[in-house]
Protein backbone atom coordinates (compact mmCIF):
# COMPACT_ATOMS: atom_id res chain seq x y z
CA UNK A 1 0.00 0.00 0.00
CA UNK A 2 1.55 3.16 -1.12
CA UNK A 3 0.32 6.48 0.81
CA UNK A 4 0.48 9.88 -0.37
CA UNK A 5 3.50 11.91 2.27
CA UNK A 6 0.66 14.43 2.79
CA UNK A 7 -1.83 11.63 4.26
CA UNK A 8 1.16 10.19 6.13
CA UNK A 9 2.01 13.63 7.58
CA UNK A 10 -1.68 13.91 9.12
CA UNK A 11 -1.58 10.53 9.86
CA UNK A 12 1.31 10.91 12.21
CA UNK A 13 -0.54 13.41 14.39
CA UNK A 14 -3.76 11.21 15.11
CA UNK A 15 -4.75 10.67 18.44
CA UNK A 16 -8.69 9.49 18.21
CA UNK A 17 -10.28 7.26 15.65
CA UNK A 18 -13.53 8.16 15.49
CA UNK A 19 -15.95 6.53 12.67
CA UNK A 20 -19.61 6.30 11.66
CA UNK A 21 -20.76 2.73 11.77
CA UNK A 22 -23.11 1.84 9.22
CA UNK A 23 -21.99 2.82 5.32
CA UNK A 24 -18.48 1.84 7.16
CA UNK A 25 -18.17 -0.56 9.65
CA UNK A 26 -21.26 -2.45 7.16
CA UNK A 27 -22.46 -2.27 4.16
CA UNK A 28 -25.00 0.15 4.72
CA UNK A 29 -27.94 -2.05 4.67
CA UNK A 30 -29.76 -2.90 8.20
CA UNK A 31 -31.97 -6.05 8.82
CA UNK A 32 -35.03 -5.88 10.63
CA UNK A 33 -35.94 -9.25 12.13
CA UNK A 34 -39.55 -10.41 12.77
CA UNK A 35 -38.53 -9.88 16.68
CA UNK A 36 -37.74 -6.45 15.45
CA UNK A 37 -34.47 -6.89 16.47
CA UNK A 38 -31.39 -5.44 14.04
CA UNK A 39 -29.14 -7.53 12.22
CA UNK A 40 -25.69 -6.01 11.30
CA UNK A 41 -22.65 -7.76 8.80
CA UNK A 42 -19.39 -6.94 10.48
CA UNK A 43 -16.48 -7.50 8.83
CA UNK A 44 -13.71 -9.72 10.00
CA UNK A 45 -11.19 -7.63 8.34
CA UNK A 46 -11.92 -4.74 10.62
CA UNK A 47 -11.81 -6.74 13.70
CA UNK A 48 -8.09 -7.96 12.74
CA UNK A 49 -7.60 -3.85 12.61
CA UNK A 50 -8.92 -3.12 15.83
CA UNK A 51 -6.99 -6.04 17.41
CA UNK A 52 -3.41 -4.78 15.31
CA UNK A 53 -4.79 -1.18 16.97
CA UNK A 54 -4.82 -2.57 20.49
CA UNK A 55 -1.59 -4.61 20.34
CA UNK A 56 0.39 -1.97 18.95
CA UNK A 57 0.53 0.30 21.63
CA UNK A 58 0.04 3.34 19.73
CA UNK A 59 -1.43 6.46 21.77
CA UNK A 60 -4.52 6.25 19.46
CA UNK A 61 -8.63 6.05 21.00
CA UNK A 62 -11.48 4.99 18.90
CA UNK A 63 -14.88 6.32 19.47
CA UNK A 64 -17.98 4.95 17.21
CA UNK A 65 -20.39 7.97 16.70
CA UNK A 66 -24.00 7.10 14.86
CA UNK A 67 -27.02 8.81 14.68
CA UNK A 68 -28.99 5.23 15.56
CA UNK A 69 -29.25 3.28 18.61
CA UNK A 70 -28.87 0.05 18.24
CA UNK A 71 -28.19 -2.79 21.36
CA UNK A 72 -25.91 -4.83 18.68
CA UNK A 73 -23.42 -1.82 18.10
CA UNK A 74 -23.07 -1.56 21.60
CA UNK A 75 -22.00 -5.34 22.25
CA UNK A 76 -20.10 -5.43 19.38
CA UNK A 77 -18.10 -2.19 20.36
CA UNK A 78 -17.48 -3.13 23.84
CA UNK A 79 -16.04 -6.33 22.13
CA UNK A 80 -13.15 -5.04 20.35
CA UNK A 81 -12.48 -2.45 22.58
CA UNK A 82 -13.92 0.81 21.34
CA UNK A 83 -13.09 3.72 23.85
CA UNK A 84 -16.52 5.91 23.33
CA UNK A 85 -19.92 5.00 21.69
CA UNK A 86 -22.20 7.75 21.35
CA UNK A 87 -25.71 6.34 19.76
CA UNK A 88 -28.59 8.72 18.80
CA UNK A 89 -26.16 11.07 17.78
CA UNK A 90 -27.42 13.40 15.13
CA UNK A 91 -24.73 16.20 15.76
CA UNK A 92 -21.39 14.21 15.18
CA UNK A 93 -19.29 17.04 15.14
CA UNK A 94 -20.39 18.23 18.67
CA UNK A 95 -19.81 14.41 20.42
CA UNK A 96 -16.67 13.96 18.64
CA UNK A 97 -15.49 17.89 19.35
CA UNK A 98 -16.74 16.73 23.25
CA UNK A 99 -14.55 13.60 22.96
CA UNK A 100 -11.70 15.62 21.75
CA UNK A 101 -11.97 18.02 24.73
CA UNK A 102 -11.76 15.33 27.18
CA UNK A 103 -8.89 13.45 25.71
CA UNK A 104 -7.28 17.33 25.64
CA UNK A 105 -6.58 17.10 21.81
CA UNK A 106 -7.18 19.32 18.96
CA UNK A 107 -9.27 18.46 15.59
CA UNK A 108 -5.91 18.08 14.16
CA UNK A 109 -5.39 15.10 16.15
CA UNK A 110 -8.99 13.84 15.01
CA UNK A 111 -9.33 10.75 12.28
CA UNK A 112 -13.18 10.78 10.88
CA UNK A 113 -14.52 7.53 8.61
CA UNK A 114 -17.58 8.79 7.62
CA UNK A 115 -19.68 7.90 4.25
CA UNK A 116 -22.32 10.15 4.16
CA UNK A 117 -23.74 14.20 4.16
CA UNK A 118 -24.86 13.88 8.21
CA UNK A 119 -20.68 13.05 8.52
CA UNK A 120 -20.10 16.62 6.65
CA UNK A 121 -19.06 18.72 9.41
CA UNK A 122 -16.88 16.17 11.40
CA UNK A 123 -15.37 15.66 8.80
CA UNK A 124 -14.44 19.06 7.56
CA UNK A 125 -13.39 20.09 10.66
CA UNK A 126 -10.97 16.82 11.43
CA UNK A 127 -7.33 16.77 10.48
CA UNK A 128 -7.67 13.30 8.68
CA UNK A 129 -10.71 12.59 6.91
CA UNK A 130 -11.35 9.62 5.16
CA UNK A 131 -14.16 7.74 3.18
CA UNK A 132 -14.80 4.60 1.40
CA UNK A 133 -15.33 4.20 -2.42
CA UNK A 134 -19.20 4.33 -2.08
CA UNK A 135 -19.84 7.93 -0.73
CA UNK A 136 -21.81 10.67 -2.39
CA UNK A 137 -19.29 12.96 -4.81
CA UNK A 138 -19.46 15.68 -1.76
CA UNK A 139 -18.21 13.87 0.56
CA UNK A 140 -15.19 12.43 -1.52
CA UNK A 141 -14.36 15.63 -2.10
CA UNK A 142 -13.62 17.14 1.60
CA UNK A 143 -11.94 13.32 2.34
CA UNK A 144 -8.22 13.78 2.34
CA UNK A 145 -8.25 9.84 1.43
CA UNK A 146 -10.75 7.42 -0.09
CA UNK A 147 -10.13 3.73 0.95
CA UNK A 148 -9.72 1.03 -1.40
CA UNK A 149 -11.68 -1.30 0.53
CA UNK A 150 -15.92 -1.25 0.01
CA UNK A 151 -18.32 -0.11 3.21
CA UNK A 152 -18.43 -3.00 5.62
CA UNK A 153 -15.02 -4.53 3.67
CA UNK A 154 -12.17 -3.52 5.67
CA UNK A 155 -12.88 0.54 5.40
CA UNK A 156 -11.53 0.69 9.80
CA UNK A 157 -8.72 -2.06 9.38
CA UNK A 158 -7.21 0.00 5.99
CA UNK A 159 -7.37 2.97 7.93
CA UNK A 160 -5.61 1.66 11.19
CA UNK A 161 -2.64 0.48 9.51
CA UNK A 162 -2.32 3.41 7.80
CA UNK A 163 -2.13 5.06 11.11
CA UNK A 164 0.33 2.68 12.64
CA UNK A 165 2.56 2.49 10.23
CA UNK A 166 2.80 6.27 9.96
CA UNK A 167 3.48 6.54 13.59
CA UNK A 168 5.76 3.53 13.67
CA UNK A 169 3.87 1.63 15.52
CA UNK A 170 3.31 -1.11 12.58
CA UNK A 171 5.63 -3.71 13.41
CA UNK A 172 4.69 -4.14 16.97
CA UNK A 173 0.98 -4.31 16.25
CA UNK A 174 2.17 -7.56 14.27
CA UNK A 175 4.41 -8.72 16.84
CA UNK A 176 1.33 -10.88 18.86
CA UNK A 177 0.30 -12.54 15.09
CA UNK A 178 3.76 -13.33 13.67
CA UNK A 179 5.14 -14.13 17.04
CA UNK A 180 3.12 -16.71 17.64
CA UNK A 181 3.50 -18.94 14.49
CA UNK A 182 7.02 -18.39 14.85
CA UNK A 183 7.03 -19.69 18.72
CA UNK A 184 4.85 -22.47 17.40
CA UNK A 185 7.23 -23.37 14.74
CA UNK A 186 9.78 -23.03 16.57
CA UNK A 187 8.16 -25.96 19.83
CA UNK A 188 7.96 -27.96 16.71
CA UNK A 189 11.14 -28.34 16.57
CA UNK A 190 13.25 -31.61 18.09
CA UNK A 191 15.81 -29.78 20.48
CA UNK A 192 19.41 -29.38 18.95
CA UNK A 193 22.47 -29.02 21.19
CA UNK A 194 24.56 -26.11 21.08
CA UNK A 195 27.24 -27.90 18.00
CA UNK A 196 24.51 -28.03 15.92
CA UNK A 197 24.03 -24.93 13.12
CA UNK A 198 20.86 -23.35 13.96
CA UNK A 199 17.70 -23.99 12.32
CA UNK A 200 15.92 -21.95 9.98
CA UNK A 201 12.37 -21.52 10.75
CA UNK A 202 10.86 -20.88 7.36
CA UNK A 203 11.81 -21.53 3.73
CA UNK A 204 13.21 -19.05 1.76
CA UNK A 205 11.06 -18.11 -0.96
CA UNK A 206 12.55 -18.64 -4.67
CA UNK A 207 11.20 -15.72 -6.46
CA UNK A 208 8.95 -12.51 -4.68
CA UNK A 209 6.43 -10.76 -7.36
CA UNK A 210 4.46 -7.94 -6.59
CA UNK A 211 0.94 -7.35 -8.22
CA UNK A 212 1.25 -10.73 -9.37
CA UNK A 213 -1.26 -12.38 -12.06
CA UNK A 214 -2.21 -16.17 -12.84
CA UNK A 215 -4.74 -16.99 -15.31
CA UNK A 216 -6.21 -20.23 -15.67
CA UNK A 217 -7.67 -21.48 -18.95
CA UNK A 218 -9.47 -24.29 -20.41
CA UNK A 219 -9.44 -24.64 -24.14
CA UNK A 220 -7.93 -21.59 -23.93
CA UNK A 221 -10.79 -19.65 -22.49
CA UNK A 222 -10.22 -17.98 -18.92
CA UNK A 223 -11.83 -19.86 -15.96
CA UNK A 224 -10.47 -17.79 -13.43
CA UNK A 225 -8.39 -14.75 -13.10
CA UNK A 226 -6.11 -14.33 -9.65
CA UNK A 227 -4.75 -11.09 -8.84
CA UNK A 228 -2.61 -10.52 -5.68
CA UNK A 229 -0.25 -7.55 -4.50
CA UNK A 230 2.58 -9.85 -3.31
CA UNK A 231 3.12 -13.59 -3.98
CA UNK A 232 6.20 -15.90 -3.05
CA UNK A 233 7.01 -18.49 -4.65
CA UNK A 234 8.16 -21.54 -3.46
CA UNK A 235 9.46 -24.54 -6.04
CA UNK A 236 10.10 -27.43 -3.86
CA UNK A 237 6.70 -27.34 -2.68
CA UNK A 238 5.03 -26.68 -5.57
CA UNK A 239 3.24 -23.43 -4.34
CA UNK A 240 2.85 -19.49 -4.89
CA UNK A 241 1.25 -18.15 -0.93
CA UNK A 242 -0.66 -15.01 -1.80
CA UNK A 243 -1.34 -11.44 0.26
CA UNK A 244 -4.49 -9.23 -0.30
CA UNK A 245 -5.56 -10.82 -3.36
CA UNK A 246 -9.01 -11.20 -5.26
CA UNK A 247 -10.26 -14.40 -7.82
CA UNK A 248 -12.65 -13.83 -10.55
CA UNK A 249 -14.72 -16.57 -11.59
CA UNK A 250 -15.42 -16.37 -15.00
CA UNK A 251 -18.83 -17.73 -17.24
CA UNK A 252 -17.21 -20.50 -19.24
CA UNK A 253 -20.23 -21.59 -20.57
CA UNK A 254 -19.15 -19.88 -23.75
CA UNK A 255 -20.97 -19.95 -27.46
CA UNK A 256 -17.29 -21.32 -28.98
CA UNK A 257 -18.62 -22.80 -32.51
CA UNK A 258 -14.51 -23.74 -33.38
CA UNK A 259 -11.34 -23.56 -32.88
CA UNK A 260 -10.47 -20.88 -35.53
CA UNK A 261 -9.10 -18.11 -33.43
CA UNK A 262 -11.75 -15.47 -34.44
CA UNK A 263 -13.75 -18.13 -32.28
CA UNK A 264 -11.95 -17.82 -29.89
CA UNK A 265 -11.52 -14.24 -29.37
CA UNK A 266 -15.14 -13.94 -29.60
CA UNK A 267 -15.94 -16.25 -27.16
CA UNK A 268 -13.20 -14.58 -24.94
CA UNK A 269 -15.27 -11.51 -25.59
CA UNK A 270 -18.71 -12.26 -24.23
CA UNK A 271 -17.33 -13.29 -20.86
CA UNK A 272 -18.50 -12.07 -18.02
CA UNK A 273 -17.33 -12.43 -13.85
CA UNK A 274 -19.69 -14.89 -12.39
CA UNK A 275 -18.12 -14.18 -8.95
CA UNK A 276 -15.30 -12.17 -7.30
CA UNK A 277 -13.28 -14.24 -4.13
CA UNK A 278 -11.31 -12.16 -1.77
CA UNK A 279 -8.95 -12.87 0.77
CA UNK A 280 -6.37 -11.48 3.10
CA UNK A 281 -4.00 -14.81 2.42
CA UNK A 282 -3.80 -17.90 0.30
CA UNK A 283 -2.11 -20.22 -2.05
CA UNK A 284 -2.11 -21.84 -5.51
CA UNK A 285 -0.76 -25.30 -5.56
CA UNK A 286 1.43 -24.72 -9.14
CA UNK A 287 0.63 -28.56 -10.26
CA UNK A 288 -2.92 -28.68 -10.21
CA UNK A 289 -3.91 -24.96 -9.40
CA UNK A 290 -6.19 -25.85 -6.26
CA UNK A 291 -6.45 -22.29 -4.57
CA UNK A 292 -7.07 -22.13 -0.54
CA UNK A 293 -7.89 -18.97 0.81
CA UNK A 294 -8.47 -18.39 4.42
CA UNK A 295 -8.46 -14.97 6.71
CA UNK A 296 -11.42 -14.19 6.53
CA UNK A 297 -12.60 -14.90 3.06
CA UNK A 298 -15.53 -13.57 1.10
CA UNK A 299 -16.95 -14.43 -1.70
CA UNK A 300 -19.85 -11.94 -3.96
CA UNK A 301 -21.50 -13.62 -7.23
CA UNK A 302 -22.84 -11.63 -9.60
CA UNK A 303 -26.08 -11.27 -8.74
CA UNK A 304 -25.59 -10.00 -5.20
CA UNK A 305 -25.25 -12.96 -2.93
CA UNK A 306 -22.08 -12.91 -0.34
CA UNK A 307 -20.37 -15.64 1.24
CA UNK A 308 -18.32 -14.99 4.21
CA UNK A 309 -16.18 -17.97 5.91
CA UNK A 310 -13.04 -18.53 7.78
CA UNK A 311 -11.08 -20.63 5.20
CA UNK A 312 -12.31 -21.93 1.45
CA UNK A 313 -10.33 -23.92 -0.89
CA UNK A 314 -11.29 -24.31 -4.71
CA UNK A 315 -10.88 -27.30 -6.73
CA UNK A 316 -9.58 -26.60 -10.30
CA UNK A 317 -10.66 -30.12 -11.20
CA UNK A 318 -14.40 -30.31 -9.79
CA UNK A 319 -15.06 -26.34 -10.28
CA UNK A 320 -16.02 -26.22 -6.74
CA UNK A 321 -15.08 -24.55 -3.33
CA UNK A 322 -15.45 -26.12 -0.27
CA UNK A 323 -14.96 -25.55 3.74
CA UNK A 324 -15.16 -26.71 6.81
CA UNK A 325 -15.38 -23.87 8.64
CA UNK A 326 -18.30 -21.58 9.87
CA UNK A 327 -20.29 -20.38 6.89
CA UNK A 328 -22.84 -17.07 6.40
CA UNK A 329 -24.60 -16.62 3.04
CA UNK A 330 -26.47 -13.16 2.45
CA UNK A 331 -29.32 -13.50 0.06
CA UNK A 332 -31.58 -10.61 -1.12
CA UNK A 333 -34.52 -12.34 1.17
CA UNK A 334 -32.61 -14.86 3.42
CA UNK A 335 -29.43 -15.42 5.25
CA UNK A 336 -28.21 -18.96 5.94
CA UNK A 337 -26.07 -19.99 8.33
CA UNK A 338 -24.29 -23.22 9.26
CA UNK A 339 -20.82 -24.90 9.20
CA UNK A 340 -19.17 -26.52 6.21
CA UNK A 341 -19.82 -25.97 3.06
CA UNK A 342 -20.09 -27.32 -1.31
CA UNK A 343 -20.92 -24.50 -3.80
CA UNK A 344 -20.21 -23.67 -7.01
CA UNK A 345 -18.49 -20.03 -7.35
CA UNK A 346 -21.46 -18.25 -8.67
CA UNK A 347 -23.09 -19.17 -5.24
CA UNK A 348 -26.31 -20.44 -7.55
CA UNK A 349 -25.55 -24.00 -6.54
CA UNK A 350 -25.27 -24.22 -2.70
CA UNK A 351 -24.50 -27.59 -0.29
CA UNK A 352 -24.56 -26.49 3.59
CA UNK A 353 -23.08 -29.48 5.66
CA UNK A 354 -24.35 -28.57 9.14
CA UNK A 355 -27.14 -25.95 8.59
CA UNK A 356 -27.77 -23.75 11.79
CA UNK A 357 -30.08 -20.92 11.06
CA UNK A 358 -32.41 -19.74 7.96
CA UNK A 359 -33.18 -15.67 8.66
CA UNK A 360 -35.94 -14.17 6.26
CA UNK A 361 -35.25 -10.53 7.20
CA UNK A 362 -37.12 -7.59 6.06
CA UNK A 363 -34.69 -4.65 5.05
CA UNK A 364 -35.72 -1.18 5.37
CA UNK A 365 -33.37 2.26 4.19
CA UNK A 366 -30.67 3.10 6.06
CA UNK A 367 -30.95 6.46 8.42
CA UNK A 368 -27.61 7.31 9.66
Same mark, same amino acid.
Given at each position: ??? =?? *?? $? !?????? #? ?30 ? #? ?19 ? @? ?20 ? $????? %?? $? ?27 ? !? ?44 ? *? ?10 ? %??? &? ?21 ? /?????? /? ?8 ? &??? *?????? =? #?? =? ?15 ? =? ?50 ? $?? %?? @? &????? &??? *? ?20 ? /? %? ?25
Amino acid at each position: MVI =NK *KI $L !ARARKI #RLLATDVDGVLTGGEIIILNSGEELKIWSVKD #RMGFALLKHSGAPIKMAWVTA @RESEQVRLRAEDVGVHFIRQGC $LDKRR %AV $LAIAETMKISPLEIAYVGDDYVDYPVMKM !AGLAVCPPESPDLIKKISHYRTRASSGKGVVREVIEILLKAQGHWK *KALTPFTGMILL %ALA &LALPACSSQKAPVELTEKPDQWL /EQFKIT /ETQAGIPVWI &LNS *KVAQRY =N #RQ =NKITLEDFTIEFMDNQS =NRRSNSRDSLILAKKNQTTTAVLSAPQGEVNTENKDLTAWGGVEVEAKDGTQ $LT %AE @R &LRYST &LTK *KITTDSAIRIVRSDSILIGEGL /E %ASPDLSTVKIFHHQASIYPKKIPVQR
